[in-house]
């Protein structure tokens, strides 16, 4: 069992920079993929980025490409998400995610989600 926490949500306005956090408990934190899924109200969820359980390989939905980065710190038992050149559009509740398996679709574990809001 893993469990999920993440910090780091708020508000920023558009061309700003937020970087979220997502701590992890449990002693297989190391073995797991972990990644960041997003849901806007009104919106299905949808996937943001994954990384494997090195952080050598990482897949970013397009959205995001060039804006977002991933990584990870074993030692620490944390992911983060840094995010820059925020939009409008990344408003959202951002969800942090680990399993063997993370697909854009699935995950075995979540987060309660933080809030990320984007101003004008």
């Known amino acids: 069992q893993v469990q999920l926490v993440e910090s780091g949500g708020g508000l920023v306005q558009a061309g700003g920079s937020l970087r979220l956090s997502c701590a992890a408990s449990g002693r297989t934190f190391s073995r797991y993929s972990m990644g960041w899924f997003r849901q806007a109200p009104g919106k299905e969820r949808e996937f943001v980025v994954a990384?494997?359980?090195?952080?050598?390989?990482?897949n970013y939905a397009d959205s995001v490409k060039g804006r977002f980065t991933i990584s990870r710190d074993n030692a620490k038992n944390t992911v983060y998400l840094q995010m820059n050149s925020l939009k409008l559009e990344d408003t959202a509740v951002y969800y942090c995610?680990?399993?063997?398996?993370?697909?854009?679709?699935?995950?075995?574990?979540w987060g309660q989600g933080t809030q990320v809001t984007v101003s004008s």
């Open positions: 990384i494997n359980w090195s952080g050598g390989a990482t």
């Open positions: 995610a680990a399993g063997n398996l993370i697909t854009k679709r699935y995950a075995a574990y």
